[in-house]
Protein backbone atom coordinates (compact mmCIF):
# COMPACT_ATOMS: atom_id res chain seq x y z
CA UNK A 1 0.00 0.00 0.00
CA UNK A 2 1.54 3.22 -1.04
CA UNK A 3 -0.39 5.08 1.63
CA UNK A 4 1.51 4.67 4.81
CA UNK A 5 1.97 6.10 7.77
CA UNK A 6 5.08 6.67 10.13
CA UNK A 7 5.05 7.25 13.84
CA UNK A 8 8.28 9.17 14.25
CA UNK A 9 10.10 9.52 17.44
CA UNK A 10 11.88 12.42 16.43
CA UNK A 11 15.18 11.90 18.33
CA UNK A 12 16.72 15.43 19.81
CA UNK A 13 20.12 15.73 19.28
CA UNK A 14 20.72 17.31 22.59
CA UNK A 15 19.83 14.71 26.01
CA UNK A 16 17.00 15.43 28.06
CA UNK A 17 17.76 15.55 31.17
CA UNK A 18 15.97 13.15 33.90
CA UNK A 19 14.55 16.61 35.62
CA UNK A 20 13.15 17.43 32.36
CA UNK A 21 11.56 14.14 31.59
CA UNK A 22 9.68 14.27 34.81
CA UNK A 23 8.41 17.52 34.46
CA UNK A 24 7.12 16.17 31.09
CA UNK A 25 5.23 13.56 33.03
CA UNK A 26 3.87 16.54 35.60
CA UNK A 27 3.02 19.00 32.42
CA UNK A 28 1.31 15.64 31.02
CA UNK A 29 -0.72 14.98 34.27
CA UNK A 30 -2.08 18.54 34.35
CA UNK A 31 -3.50 18.12 30.62
CA UNK A 32 -5.36 15.06 31.24
CA UNK A 33 -7.06 16.29 34.50
CA UNK A 34 -8.09 19.09 32.89
CA UNK A 35 -10.42 17.09 30.79
CA UNK A 36 -11.33 15.30 34.05
CA UNK A 37 -12.14 18.20 36.12
CA UNK A 38 -13.88 19.73 33.07
CA UNK A 39 -11.24 22.72 32.16
CA UNK A 40 -11.02 21.13 28.52
CA UNK A 41 -13.30 18.80 26.55
CA UNK A 42 -12.97 14.86 27.23
CA UNK A 43 -11.63 13.16 24.27
CA UNK A 44 -9.70 10.06 24.39
CA UNK A 45 -7.57 10.04 21.81
CA UNK A 46 -5.73 12.66 22.75
CA UNK A 47 -5.46 11.39 26.09
CA UNK A 48 -3.99 8.57 24.83
CA UNK A 49 -1.47 10.14 22.70
CA UNK A 50 -0.21 12.65 25.73
CA UNK A 51 0.17 9.14 27.77
CA UNK A 52 2.45 7.76 24.71
CA UNK A 53 4.08 11.04 24.06
CA UNK A 54 5.21 11.40 27.74
CA UNK A 55 7.18 7.75 27.58
CA UNK A 56 8.46 9.09 24.71
CA UNK A 57 10.08 12.77 25.98
CA UNK A 58 7.73 14.80 24.15
CA UNK A 59 8.74 13.33 20.89
CA UNK A 60 6.03 11.75 19.43
CA UNK A 61 4.82 13.40 16.43
CA UNK A 62 0.82 14.78 17.12
CA UNK A 63 0.25 15.34 13.39
CA UNK A 64 1.25 11.56 12.27
CA UNK A 65 -0.66 9.93 14.93
CA UNK A 66 -4.17 11.72 14.13
CA UNK A 67 -3.31 10.78 11.19
CA UNK A 68 -3.24 7.63 11.13
CA UNK A 69 -6.02 6.95 13.35
CA UNK A 70 -8.05 9.07 10.62
CA UNK A 71 -6.11 6.55 8.04
CA UNK A 72 -8.09 3.61 9.76
CA UNK A 73 -11.44 5.56 10.44
CA UNK A 74 -11.51 5.95 6.73
CA UNK A 75 -10.78 2.39 5.94
CA UNK A 76 -13.91 1.65 8.18
CA UNK A 77 -15.63 3.77 6.51
CA UNK A 78 -15.47 2.32 3.40
CA UNK A 79 -16.63 -1.12 5.09
CA UNK A 80 -19.57 0.83 6.23
CA UNK A 81 -20.49 2.51 2.96
CA UNK A 82 -19.89 -1.12 0.97
CA UNK A 83 -23.24 -2.19 1.89
CA UNK A 84 -21.97 -5.57 2.26
CA UNK A 85 -23.00 -5.53 6.35
CA UNK A 86 -26.69 -6.34 6.38
CA UNK A 87 -28.49 -5.31 9.81
CA UNK A 88 -32.37 -4.66 9.25
CA UNK A 89 -32.99 -2.74 12.75
CA UNK A 90 -33.56 1.20 13.05
CA UNK A 91 -30.11 1.81 15.08
CA UNK A 92 -28.48 0.18 11.75
CA UNK A 93 -25.31 3.13 11.77
CA UNK A 94 -24.24 2.17 15.63
CA UNK A 95 -24.42 -1.74 14.47
CA UNK A 96 -22.68 -1.68 11.21
CA UNK A 97 -19.98 0.56 12.59
CA UNK A 98 -19.40 -2.16 15.13
CA UNK A 99 -19.29 -5.02 12.82
CA UNK A 100 -16.94 -2.76 10.28
CA UNK A 101 -14.09 -2.29 12.73
CA UNK A 102 -14.27 -5.34 14.01
CA UNK A 103 -13.83 -6.90 10.24
CA UNK A 104 -10.90 -4.59 9.85
CA UNK A 105 -8.74 -5.04 12.94
CA UNK A 106 -8.96 -8.59 12.71
CA UNK A 107 -9.42 -9.73 9.01
CA UNK A 108 -7.95 -9.22 6.17
CA UNK A 109 -9.57 -6.90 3.71
CA UNK A 110 -9.04 -5.79 0.29
CA UNK A 111 -8.42 -2.08 -0.44
CA UNK A 112 -8.84 -0.70 -3.63
CA UNK A 113 -5.92 1.98 -4.83
CA UNK A 114 -4.84 3.86 -7.77
CA UNK A 115 -2.61 0.51 -8.17
CA UNK A 116 -4.96 -1.98 -8.23
CA UNK A 117 -6.28 -3.92 -4.93
CA UNK A 118 -4.02 -4.45 -1.92
CA UNK A 119 -4.69 -6.53 1.03
CA UNK A 120 -4.88 -4.97 4.30
CA UNK A 121 -3.97 -7.61 6.81
CA UNK A 122 -5.25 -7.70 10.65
CA UNK A 123 -3.71 -6.51 13.25
CA UNK A 124 -2.46 -9.61 15.68
CA UNK A 125 -1.36 -10.30 19.32
CA UNK A 126 1.96 -9.47 20.20
CA UNK A 127 3.25 -12.86 22.34
CA UNK A 128 6.47 -11.53 22.50
CA UNK A 129 6.07 -9.14 24.64
CA UNK A 130 2.30 -8.86 25.24
CA UNK A 131 2.62 -7.02 28.71
CA UNK A 132 5.46 -4.25 27.90
CA UNK A 133 8.01 -5.76 30.10
CA UNK A 134 10.92 -5.36 27.76
CA UNK A 135 9.76 -2.29 26.14
CA UNK A 136 6.79 -0.08 27.84
CA UNK A 137 5.65 1.37 24.55
CA UNK A 138 4.47 -2.38 23.20
CA UNK A 139 1.63 -1.09 24.89
CA UNK A 140 1.01 1.70 22.41
CA UNK A 141 -1.69 2.08 20.14
CA UNK A 142 1.11 3.89 18.29
CA UNK A 143 3.14 1.07 18.16
CA UNK A 144 -0.21 -1.19 17.05
CA UNK A 145 -0.86 1.29 14.17
CA UNK A 146 3.05 1.53 12.97
CA UNK A 147 3.90 -2.88 13.66
CA UNK A 148 0.34 -3.96 13.35
CA UNK A 149 1.00 -6.18 16.69
CA UNK A 150 -0.63 -5.38 20.40
CA UNK A 151 -2.57 -6.54 22.94
CA UNK A 152 -5.68 -6.43 24.77
CA UNK A 153 -4.57 -2.52 25.68
CA UNK A 154 -3.64 -1.07 22.53
CA UNK A 155 -6.40 -3.16 20.64
CA UNK A 156 -9.14 -1.95 22.42
CA UNK A 157 -8.03 1.39 22.44
CA UNK A 158 -7.62 1.53 19.07
CA UNK A 159 -11.27 0.38 18.12
CA UNK A 160 -12.96 3.29 20.71
CA UNK A 161 -10.66 5.89 18.76
CA UNK A 162 -12.18 4.66 15.56
CA UNK A 163 -15.41 4.31 17.17
CA UNK A 164 -15.30 8.08 18.68
CA UNK A 165 -14.30 9.34 15.10
CA UNK A 166 -17.22 7.56 13.64
CA UNK A 167 -19.42 9.06 16.09
CA UNK A 168 -20.81 5.63 17.97
CA UNK A 169 -20.26 4.83 21.12
CA UNK A 170 -18.67 2.43 22.58
CA UNK A 171 -17.20 1.28 26.15
CA UNK A 172 -14.40 -0.38 27.57
CA UNK A 173 -14.73 -2.82 30.16
CA UNK A 174 -12.43 -4.67 32.39
CA UNK A 175 -11.42 -7.83 33.72
CA UNK A 176 -8.78 -9.06 35.81
CA UNK A 177 -5.55 -8.21 33.82
CA UNK A 178 -7.61 -7.79 30.80
CA UNK A 179 -9.39 -4.69 29.25
CA UNK A 180 -11.94 -5.64 26.58
CA UNK A 181 -15.22 -4.04 24.64
CA UNK A 182 -19.08 -3.67 25.70
CA UNK A 183 -21.25 -2.99 22.90
CA UNK A 184 -25.07 -2.40 22.39
CA UNK A 185 -27.17 -2.65 19.63
CA UNK A 186 -31.53 -3.58 19.23
CA UNK A 187 -30.32 -6.77 17.67
CA UNK A 188 -28.57 -8.66 20.17
CA UNK A 189 -27.97 -6.21 23.24
CA UNK A 190 -24.90 -5.82 25.16
CA UNK A 191 -22.04 -7.89 23.99
CA UNK A 192 -18.43 -8.18 24.68
CA UNK A 193 -15.81 -7.78 21.86
CA UNK A 194 -12.58 -9.30 21.86
CA UNK A 195 -9.76 -8.01 19.49
CA UNK A 196 -6.81 -10.46 20.72
CA UNK A 197 -8.52 -13.26 19.09
CA UNK A 198 -11.39 -12.27 17.12
CA UNK A 199 -14.16 -13.40 19.55
CA UNK A 200 -17.37 -12.62 21.32
CA UNK A 201 -16.99 -13.99 24.82
CA UNK A 202 -19.93 -13.66 27.03
CA UNK A 203 -20.02 -12.27 30.59
CA UNK A 204 -20.35 -15.84 31.73
CA UNK A 205 -17.21 -17.06 30.50
CA UNK A 206 -15.13 -14.03 31.75
CA UNK A 207 -16.23 -14.73 34.99
CA UNK A 208 -15.11 -18.10 34.98
CA UNK A 209 -12.25 -17.77 33.09
CA UNK A 210 -10.76 -14.63 35.14
CA UNK A 211 -11.73 -16.39 38.71
CA UNK A 212 -14.38 -12.86 39.22
CA UNK A 213 -15.55 -13.02 42.74
CA UNK A 214 -19.61 -12.36 42.45
CA UNK A 215 -18.60 -9.55 44.84
CA UNK A 216 -16.16 -8.12 42.25
CA UNK A 217 -19.11 -7.95 39.73
CA UNK A 218 -21.97 -6.51 42.04
CA UNK A 219 -19.61 -3.68 43.03
CA UNK A 220 -18.96 -2.92 39.24
CA UNK A 221 -15.23 -3.48 39.38
CA UNK A 222 -15.09 -6.07 36.74
CA UNK A 223 -17.35 -6.81 33.90
CA UNK A 224 -19.08 -3.11 34.04
CA UNK A 225 -19.33 -0.63 31.30
CA UNK A 226 -16.78 2.47 32.01
CA UNK A 227 -17.76 5.88 30.81
CA UNK A 228 -15.83 8.39 28.35
CA UNK A 229 -14.59 10.10 31.74
CA UNK A 230 -13.59 6.79 33.33
CA UNK A 231 -11.97 6.08 30.08
CA UNK A 232 -9.51 8.83 30.38
CA UNK A 233 -8.99 7.81 34.34
CA UNK A 234 -7.38 4.76 32.50
CA UNK A 235 -4.95 7.00 30.87
CA UNK A 236 -3.79 8.05 34.06
CA UNK A 237 -2.93 4.79 35.26
CA UNK A 238 -1.18 4.56 32.03
CA UNK A 239 0.41 7.70 32.62
CA UNK A 240 1.64 6.10 35.96
CA UNK A 241 2.86 3.29 34.68
CA UNK A 242 4.97 4.57 32.15
CA UNK A 243 6.27 6.72 34.74
CA UNK A 244 7.43 3.70 36.85
CA UNK A 245 8.97 1.92 33.65
CA UNK A 246 11.07 4.80 33.01
CA UNK A 247 11.93 6.12 36.15
CA UNK A 248 11.72 2.93 38.15
CA UNK A 249 9.20 2.88 41.30
CA UNK A 250 12.02 3.99 43.83
CA UNK A 251 9.99 7.75 43.74
CA UNK A 252 5.95 6.88 44.41
CA UNK A 253 4.70 10.08 45.01
CA UNK A 254 3.46 10.93 40.96
CA UNK A 255 2.33 7.63 41.32
CA UNK A 256 0.43 7.76 43.72
CA UNK A 257 -0.99 11.09 42.61
CA UNK A 258 -2.21 9.75 39.38
CA UNK A 259 -4.24 6.81 41.15
CA UNK A 260 -5.50 9.05 43.34
CA UNK A 261 -7.04 11.15 41.18
CA UNK A 262 -8.32 8.07 38.86
CA UNK A 263 -10.11 6.95 42.16
CA UNK A 264 -11.50 10.26 42.50
CA UNK A 265 -13.50 10.05 39.39
CA UNK A 266 -13.62 6.17 39.22
CA UNK A 267 -13.35 4.66 42.41
CA UNK A 268 -13.93 0.96 41.51
CA UNK A 269 -10.95 1.44 38.93
CA UNK A 270 -8.87 -2.13 40.09
CA UNK A 271 -6.06 -1.30 38.18
CA UNK A 272 -5.27 2.20 39.68
CA UNK A 273 -6.17 0.16 43.30
CA UNK A 274 -3.44 -1.91 42.64
CA UNK A 275 -0.66 0.15 41.36
CA UNK A 276 -1.39 2.78 44.09
CA UNK A 277 -0.57 0.23 46.59
CA UNK A 278 2.37 -1.31 44.84
CA UNK A 279 3.73 2.36 44.66
CA UNK A 280 3.00 3.24 48.79
CA UNK A 281 5.14 -0.21 49.28
CA UNK A 282 8.31 2.32 48.46
CA UNK A 283 7.23 4.50 51.43
CA UNK A 284 8.09 1.76 54.01
Known amino acids: MNHKFSLFVFLSCTSINAQNKERIYENTFNLVDSMLTGTKPINFQQAVYLTENAY????????????????????????????????????????????????????????????????????????????????????????????????????????????????????????????????????VGWYNIELTCGDFPTDGWLTASGYIHTDALRNGIYVDTISNKQSICLCLVDLAQGYQAKFGKDNPDFVVKCCNTCLKYHPTNVNAMLNKAEAQKYYI
Open 56 to 187: FDNQLDKAAFDDAVSFNTSICRGIIASGNIQYPEKDKERATAQCAVFVYMTDSIPITTENGVVIHEPFTYNFDDFAGKKDWSNMFVSTLMQTHKGNCHSMQYLYKMIMDQLGQPVSLSLAPNHIYIKAQNKR
